[in-house]
């Protein structure tokens, strides 16, 4: 199992916290993306990760934004729901992934929550030629708007059963999607996925998409 490290990750003129992990032989590495109002400490994007770390994927979690940028005030609190902000954002972090030779060699997928799956969304969209796939958790896909169409990632929704608006939300973006797709529905689940076995559902589907896609180590191809 890759040990993780605390990076600090350069976007544009700002400098974000990050965790790093690329366990031995990974082909792939996942950045992720939160949604408003959560950082790299989330437990469930914790626990997401650490799967796909068992199924040879590396993993960077990081702040999308600075604590200033956090701050509870009227100028600084719509940076949390502006996507078009969080998606340049996520571009300038995978800028960063791919100006350091150790990681340049991965292909890179996103793995976006909530408002943080709209902007994974818009950035793939962005760097079709870089970004080899792209799960959302309870995302807010429709919020990616015209950007949908240009997606080229395959792309997978998971979303809870319980969690009606969302997942009637997640259905229309799905016909929007022009990438090849999926749209996974936990039964049951509501929208934080704290229902008994839902985000162990949630990590396990992600590591088998995010290994078809980017590839994981043989180690983990090979398991029954």
Known sequence: ?????????????????????????????????????????????RYVAYTLRTA???????????????????????????????????????????????????????FGSSTGAAAALVAA??????????????????????????????TLLLVGGADDLVLELNQRALERLGSPKALEVIPGATHLFEERGALERVAELAAGWFARFLGATLEAETRP
């Open 1 to 45: 199992m890759a040990v993780e490290r605390e990076v600090e990750v350069v976007a544009g003129g700002v400098r974000l916290g990050g965790t790093l992990a690329v366990p031995e032989g990974a082909r792939g590495l996942v950045i992720f993306a939160h949604g408003s109002g959560s950082s790299r400490h989330s437990p469930r994007n």
């Open 56 to 110: 040879g994927l590396g993993t960077l979690l990081f702040d999308l934004l600075t604590e200033d940028e956090e701050a509870e005030d009227d100028e600084t609190a719509a940076l949390r729901f502006d996507i078009g902000f969080l998606a340049g954002r996520l571009g300038q972090v995978t800028d960063w992934v791919f100006a350091h030779p150790e990681l340049s060699r991965l292909r890179v997928g996103y």
């Open 125 to 154: 969209a962005e760097k079709p030629e870089l970004i080899g796939a792209v799960v959302s958790r309870g995302g807010r896909a429709d919020l990616a708007g015209g950007a949908l169409a240009r997606v080229l990632a395959p």
